[in-house]
């Protein structure tokens, strides 16, 4: 998938985001300013949410209310200490979950979820998505196909 601009990213989290159901987990993965944020931003809107979602890079996790709440989570500054915070409640918690930089987390992260790894591609984006799970390789079929 390719994105020319933060609108089409946004577009394309928002069609992933009205596919998202409870205890659906995102692993984004990206350069700094790859548009995970951005991303996420989408995701949001197709969950219903109506807040400004703002980074959680300093606060680690910021909830949000939609259809479903949005846990939305930057792991990069615990690096791979998922101790550190209760990842369990929001992993099994009533919402989806967003985690930023999840790939630091290695063997706690859980058996199933999407990754998806954005890379700057002149002033747009590529995503390349990863199911790993059987929900994951639902929902990516539901993206891609339209199913």
């Not at 020319?4 to 995102?26: I, P, Q, R, S, T």
């Not at 700057?120 to 790993?132: Q, V």
Request: proline letters at 2%; a negative charge; one cysteine or more.
């Amino acid at each position: 998938m390719r994105t020319k601009n933060e609108d089409e990213l946004m577009a394309f989290g928002k069609k992933l985001g009205n596919l998202l159901e409870k205890n659906d987990v995102l692993i984004l993965t990206g350069e700094l300013g790859a548009g995970k944020t951005t991303l996420t931003k989408g995701l949001a809107k197709g969950l219903g949410i109506n807040q400004m979602i703002k980074s959680p890079t300093y606060t680690i996790v910021r909830e949000y209310e939609g259809r479903l709440p949005l846990y939305h989570l930057d792991v990069y500054r615990i690096g791979g200490d998922a101790d550190s915070i209760d990842l369990d409640e929001f992993l099994f918690g009533d919402g989806v979950t967003v985690i930023e930089w999840g790939h630091l987390l290695g063997e706690d992260l859980p058996s199933d979820y999407l990754e998806l790894e954005i890379l700057k591609k002149d002033e747009g984006r590529e995503i390349r998505c990863h199911a790993h799970g059987q929900r994951a390789s639902r929902l990516l079929e539901r993206l891609t196909n339209g199913v």
